[in-house]
């Protein structure tokens, strides 16, 4: 059984930075892609960040150039290091196994507590 549990989230001013971590167990990390999606207020659950089995990330359009989506795979952890940020980027981010493709719609299934991210301007 999956489980997920993320953490790093927090309130930031415009052009500040957190990082996002996700403790993963529960399945075979090798045989699946990681991904970080969001969820901001009124809104559904958009992916934003996906890495592959070969190590390969792939990032929606709006966060390119400022997320870098990485993992441990000794430590089954996911990271989401977010620099740059902007109110938009305001929202709870999740993490998800074989799940959170970049700019896909989710919903349903297990998703983690998530961690709430707060940018203000």
């Known amino acids: 059984q999956v489980q997920l549990v993320e953490s790093g989230g927090g309130s930031v001013q415009a052009g500040g930075s957190l990082r996002l971590s996700c403790v993963a167990s529960g399945y075979t990390h090798s045989r699946y892609y990681m991904g970080w999606c969001r969820q901001a207020p009124g809104k559904g659950r958009e992916g934003v960040a996906t890495?592959?089995?070969?190590?390969?990330?792939y990032y929606e359009d709006s966060v390119k150039g400022r997320f870098t989506v990485s993992q441990d795979n000794a430590n089954h952890t996911l990271y989401l290091q977010m620099n740059s940020l902007k109110p938009e980027d305001t929202a709870m981010y999740y993490c998800?196994?074989?799940?959170?493709?970049?700019?896909?719609?989710?919903?349903?299934?297990?998703w983690g507590q998530g961690t709430q991210v707060a940018v203000s301007s």
């Open positions: 890495i592959d089995t070969d190590g390969r990330t």
């Open positions: 998800a196994v074989d799940r959170c493709w970049p700019g896909s719609w989710y919903s349903g299934g297990y």
